[in-house]
């Protein structure tokens, strides 16, 4: 299906996300915190990234501004956070409040695969 990475600093949401998103077919790596998860998305290819946005050393705010300055800034960004007011909007494809249904977060994934990566863009920003 697709491959995604998923950064958040809290294990059990990592673990989490890894077993329910590879039940689904996709195929999911995990970082821990910020920077390990900007190494991986420089050093990967990836669908789709999705990170929390409060984490130590690199927030969310900060993973998604190097995906958009980078050459494949096009790669579809979601926002998840018990804090969704300290998200800056304009990085992000989408966002989900935690806590969320893992049904929401599917049908985030599979609309944002739905169209090309400049489509989601331009509709989130647009």
Known sequence: M???LVIDDEKGI???MHEALT???HKVETAD???EGIRKFDDGCFDIVITDVRMPVIDGN???AHIRKSEKQC???I???????????????MVLSKPFPLK??????RSLLSVSPRMAMGAQTG
């Not at 926002?79 to 494809?93: K, M, Q, R, V, Y």
């Not at 929401?104 to 994934?109: A, H």
């Open 2 to 4: 697709s491959t995604i």
């Open 104 to 109: 929401q977060l599917l049908n985030c994934i």
């Open 75 to 77: 790669i579809p960004v």
């Open 23 to 25: 039940t689904y077919g």
């Open 14 to 16: 990592l673990q989490l």
């Open 62 to 64: 900060g993973v998604a």
């Open 79 to 93: 926002g998840i956070s018990g804090t969704p007011w300290l998200l800056e909007a304009d990085n992000f494809d």
């Open 33 to 35: 915190d910020g920077l």
